[in-house]
Nanobody, 125 residues
């Protein structure tokens, strides 16, 4: 499956952005989906994940209450709504599709088999 993330940009702190991840090649309803991010000089970190049908979502602590992950399997897309953005949210954001055959938990990048090119989010103070 090929993934393409979009929607990044430069925003002021407190504002919102919506990131989208479009898939092609296979339908997304076979995959748990996740968003990860990598800030300059830092390791990639887990942001959010959503189950196959969208009934379960999990977030890293720093974005709880501000970010919302959702999916539309009919449109083969996953979305990350980001509100109340902070400068520390600045990073390249990646969407990924998890393969259950891969070892690791939903919060670990190694559990995800397919990755899109990232989209840069810059939050100014």
């Amino acid at each position: 499956v090929q993934l393409q993330a979009s929607g990044g940009g430069l925003v002021q702190a407190g504002n919102s952005l919506i990131l989208s991840c479009a898939a092609s090649g296979r339908t997304l309803n076979k995959y748990t989906m996740g968003w990860f991010r990598q800030a300059p000089g830092k390791e990639r970190e887990f942001v959010a994940t959503i189950s196959l049908g969208g009934g379960s979502t999990y977030y890293t602590e720093s974005v709880k209450g501000r970010f919302t992950i959702s999916r539309d399997n009919a449109k083969n897309t996953v979305t990350l709504q980001m509100n109340s953005l902070k400068p520390e949210d600045t990073a390249v954001y990646y969407c990924a599709a998890r393969d259950p055959v891969f070892p690791g938990t939903w919060a670990q990048g190694r559990a995800y088999a397919y990755w899109g090119h990232g989209t840069l989010v810059t939050v100014s103070s």
